[in-house]
């Protein structure tokens, strides 16, 4: 559904596909319109329902990175969790990836192969976001093309810190059997530091709010939508008589959070 003027939504029908324009005064007690081409009721997505009070929207809270107050005692295990749990998490998408290709490259040769490398980057980018969510609270933007450049960006990163850690795991490697168990574990404490710096890295160059640098301008603010989870800035322009503001990716009207004071 998408908003033509205050009192007129654009709905399209889920039976036929036809696409009309109704009022307000359309809509039933059930929050459907009637299509004008096959007769059917429609659910107008986004419209509150008679007397119904529509919900309030999520103010956004989140800190980024760069705005936050240094935390420098938990710095050490959190890049060792981060980088360790991501290598364990890699040798399971290397499995898959490798089935993958085997797979693509028989039935679609060598489109196959770089269909395989797309999805690889969009695993590795997504595992990222998840870890940097859960060990540093960093948001990150997930859509198709930062998930592609995230994944792409960081499995390169880290084939090169793999290609210039090679020297030192061939050092520990020749540190003898009797050290071997001390060599290993060296080398995953080295490793695992770097990875979650690399990895913490590049995540942060996908980080929320960072696409354009700016911030928001005096008199906006940055509320989330109840209905499909965008984030957009408003205005007092974009409020109506109702108190409630249609967000700017599905339409769904919403109240925002009380106590925010809009110039």
Same mark, same amino acid.
């Given at each position: ?86 290598? +364990?998490? *890699? =040798?399971?998408?290397? /499995? ?7 797979? !693509?490259? @028989? ?82 404490? +080295?490793? *695992? =530091?770097?990875?979650? /710096? ?7 160059? !996908?980080? @929320? ?55």
């Amino acid at each position: 559904m998408a908003i033509i003027h205050e009192d007129r939504f654009s709905v399209t029908c889920a039976n036929c596909g036809a696409r009309y324009t109704y009022r307000s005064e359309n809509i039933n007690a059930n929050g459907q319109v009637q299509c004008q081409n096959c007769g059917k009721w429609v659910t107008a997505v986004g419209v509150p329902l008679a007397g119904e009070r529509p919900p309030v929207g999520e103010l956004e809270s989140y800190i980024p990175w760069n705005k936050r107050e240094p935390k420098v005692e938990n710095e050490i295990p959190r890049l060792l969790a981060h980088g360790f749990i991501y290598s +364990i998490l *890699s =040798l399971a998408i290397s /499995f898959i990836f490798m089935m993958m290709v085997v797979i !693509f490259a @028989i039935f679609g040769g060598f489109i196959g192969i770089i269909i395989a490398l797309l999805v690889l980057a969009e695993m590795i980018g997504g595992v990222n976001i998840a870890l940097a969510d859960a060990v540093w609270q960093i948001k990150c933007r997930s859509g198709q093309v930062s998930l592609l450049g995230h994944g792409g960006l960081l499995f390169l990163f880290l084939l090169i810190t793999g290609i210039l850690g090679l020297p030192l795991a061939f050092s520990l490697a020749m540190m003898g059997s009797s050290l071997y168990i001390i060599s290993q574990l060296l080398y995953l404490f +080295i490793f *695992s =530091l770097i990875d979650g /710096f690399v990895c913490r890295f590049v995540a942060l160059q !996908f980080e @929320i709010g960072t696409d354009d640098g700016r911030s928001l301008a005096e008199g906006y603010i940055s509320a989330t939508c109840p209905h499909c989870n965008s984030r957009y800035a408003y205005d007092s322009s974009s409020i109506d008589e109702k108190g409630t503001v249609a967000c700017q990716n599905c339409t769904y009207r919403f109240i925002l959070p009380v106590g925010v004071e809009l110039g």
